[in-house]
């Protein structure tokens, strides 16, 4: 390989690490090209956009000949680069992460963008419309936070959502988690989740900000190349998986979040993919947590730690060190959020108590219990404010996860369940 061909491999490598936006590739050009060639390069790079832009997935051979295609690149070349070093240490790029062995997890054999189509019982003219940047495939909906603010959920549109539950069915599902990640995943829920804190001296609850629109597409795209995807059916498959906003009533830290391609909420691969996405980020902190005597588990965006005395005795160093994590795994901390729990106080997490053993706050015992009550003073039909379709099967529901945590409790609703008169909606007589 020539110096020249060498030099151009890393910076199309570089640039295709970027989001795919012209102001990140210009921000790129400013680090890796000296003061004073770099004007020029940058009008080059201009170009080299108008041409790669249009292109839905892009790989590096592909940039490499638009930039050979270019009619300034070669003069430039010859003025500037062959003057200097070969290759500039701003552009070594490191060797390539190792693929994983997915042997085991029997994935999908997708050679070619072209087997994408295929593989989702699509015709290749739909497949293009669904990777096309100037279709707009998602509804967008804003909806306010309990405590204040607001999320956007974006769901996909029927066609894109139908690629996406086979892409979570015959890929996504098939890679395991990491073992400290409790949410999003079959046979685990809030119970695995805190499960390992229960009767512990200290436990430290952290939230992370912004989780979903913090992962963004170049992410993605390296996660499906270290499934050992070749880089244009990873990068399609990011396509395909994430979305960006181009909603006109964004404010400065929405446009932040939400104007760039990330993981949208209310899509049916999101939850697997940010799963996957935080698997170094899972395994670094269960490390520090090993090293210091604790438990760590992860449900979502939540964050759960747990130890003895020595924990509690170091903890702020401790909390440090998830900070650090977590800001070099490319997450941020809602410290707004962050709990530190001693044994004296309520330990309680994702709707459970774990102080000595798994509970449900005994408020929503409480209130279960005056539902029934008045269930069966003034009709259960009064008591269905949230008007469910089956109110019947949702009190059931409700008691059954009371019970299964509280078998007291549990049986004590459950009896109560049992006097009410379900041919009677209103008032009993």
Request: hydrophobic letters at 40%.
């Amino acid at each position: 390989m020539t110096p020249t061909t060498l030099w151009l491999k890393n910076l199309s490598t570089l640039l295709l690490e970027e989001e795919r936006q012209l102001d990140a590739w210009l921000a790129l050009i400013r680090k890796v090209i000296p003061g004073k060639p770099r004007r020029n390069f940058l009008i080059i790079t201009r170009e080299v956009w108008k041409v790669a832009k249009t292109r839905t997935v892009l790989e590096n051979r592909e940039l490499q000949q638009i930039f050979r295609e270019n009619r300034r690149f070669w003069n430039w070349q010859r003025k500037w680069y062959a003057t200097r070093t070969p290759l500039p240490p701003a552009l070594i790029v490191g060797p390539a992460t190792p693929v994983l062995d997915t042997s085991a997890w029997h994935l999908p054999e997708l050679a070619t963008v072209g087997d994408l189509a295929d593989f989702f019982a699509l015709q290749p003219d739909d497949l293009g419309w669904l990777l096309s940047p100037k279709a707009q495939h998602y509804h967008e909906q804003w909806l306010p936070k309990r405590k204040g603010g607001r999320r956007l959920l974006e769901s996909p549109k029927p066609l894109l959502k139908q690629v996406q539950r086979t892409l979570l069915r015959e890929l996504l599902d098939k890679v395991p988690p990491h073992e400290c990640a409790t949410g999003f995943r079959a046979g685990h829920s809030i119970v695995d989740f805190a499960q390992p804190h229960a009767n512990k001296s200290i436990a430290l609850k952290m939230d992370l900000a912004n989780f979903f629109p913090s992962l963004g597409r170049s992410r993605i795209k390296r996660l499906f190349m270290s499934l050992g995807y070749r880089e244009g059916v990873a990068l399609a498959l990011a396509v395909l998986t994430t979305h960006r906003s181009a909603s006109p009533d964004l404010t400065f830290t929405e446009k932040e979040l939400y104007s760039r391609y990330h993981l949208p909420q209310g899509a049916p691969t999101s939850p697997a993919l940010a799963n996957l996405a935080a698997f170094r980020l899972d395994c670094r902190l269960a490390g520090l947590a090993k090293s210091a005597g604790a438990s760590y588990t992860r449900y979502a965006d939540d964050l759960l730690f747990s130890g003895t005395e020595e924990l509690a005795r170091g903890l702020h160093r401790f909390e440090n060190r998830v900070i650090i994590i977590t800001r070099e795994e490319g997450l941020e901390i809602n410290f707004r959020k962050t709990r530190r729990m001693a044994a004296s106080q309520r330990q309680a997490a994702a709707g459970l108590v774990f102080n000595q053993k798994l509970n449900v706050p005994r408020r929503e015992f409480d209130t279960l219990k005056a539902i029934l009550h008045n269930c069966r003073k003034h009709g259960v039909s009064s008591q269905n404010h949230s008007h469910h379709p089956d109110f019947q099967a949702h009190l059931r529901g409700r008691i059954a996860w009371i019970a299964s945590l509280h078998p007291v409790r549990g049986e004590r609703l459950r009896a109560a369940f049992e006097e009410l008169d379900w041919s009677k909606p209103n008032a009993q007589e």
